[in-house]
């Protein structure tokens, strides 16, 4: 379904980006498909470099922007993935964007923003150089280059809540704000604060979404999976509690669920 060429990150920037990804569909015949994307927590910067607007957004009726920030996301996305489709996609770690350029995640839960809107001029001006590119490599580098050039910038302060993020994944998303707060000397309001504005989504959500990914990878690991000890495994309160998160990520009832995630989002690596 599609073709992925993957790189990874310069040495500078692998506290930030967990790898370049170029995407390409090989669909046989002109048309589409439809895809889901379930919720996860990570962020991406996408260029197409290919047809224009070959990947249309249903959940939001709009053809997302040639370059763009998308993410985190607690709801569903739904996409139809057009033949021409071709983008280079940075996949960020968790609170790297606001690293990066110190702008807020939260506007694009859910959503996605047109970076040459947020980040001006030269995102335009790159996006003219990367179509120009000869091959994927030298797409990403100059890509890469730009980023690399954030890391000089002189940015305003901000706390850090790298070991929040890594407490949370470290413990599959079953942790309590109380245990966090004591593990990073902030307060719950300070904490929750900077949570939200440098990951995009509010901390309990996050490590819900955190515990749900956990949840659905063991599921696609598992032929058949004993629904009745899901819940005890992974932290819920108890069977109901674990139904009604499943439904409301995923839209449908764990038994419903195919056993797999769509070809796009194993493509992304979400």
Request: with cysteine; glycine share 6%; proline share 4%.
């Amino acid at each position: 379904m599609f073709k992925v060429q993957s790189f990874q990150p310069h040495r500078l920037l692998q506290d930030y980006i967990v790898s370049y990804l170029v995407l390409e569909s090989d669909f046989q015949e002109t048309g589409f498909r439809e895809m889901v994307v379930l919720p996860h927590v990570m962020q991406s910067l996408t260029f197409n470099i290919g047809t224009p607007q070959a990947v249309y957004d249903i959940t939001h009726q709009e053809y997302p922007a040639a370059s763009s920030i998308t993410g985190p996301n607690h709801d569903v996305c739904e996409l139809r993935i057009m033949s021409g489709f071709k983008q280079l996609v940075t996949n960020l770690k968790p609170g790297a964007w606001y690293k990066l350029f110190r702008i807020s995640s939260q506007p694009f839960c859910n959503k996605s923003g047109d970076l040459s809107v947020i980040l001006g001029p030269q995102v335009a001006e790159m996006s003219t150089r990367l179509k120009a590119g000869v091959n994927e490599e030298q797409q990403v580098r100059i890509l890469e280059a730009f980023l690399l050039q954030q890391l000089w910038r002189e940015k305003k302060y901000a706390r850090n809540i790298d070991e929040a993020i890594r407490l949370i994944f470290a413990a599959d998303g079953n942790i309590s704000i109380r245990q966090l707060e004591a593990g990073v000397f902030m307060t719950k309001r300070t904490l929750e604060r900077n949570f939200l504005e440098q990951t995009g989504l509010h901390l309990k959500m996050f490590c819900r979404v955190v515990r749900f990914r956990k949840t659905i990878e063991y599921i696609e690991r598992e032929r058949f999976p004993q629904w009745s000890l899901l819940a005890q495994k992974f932290g819920y309160s108890d069977q109901t509690h674990f139904i009604n998160e499943f439904r409301y990520f995923t839209h449908c009832l764990p038994h419903e669920y195919p056993g797999f995630r769509s070809d796009l989002e194993q493509a992304m690596g979400l």
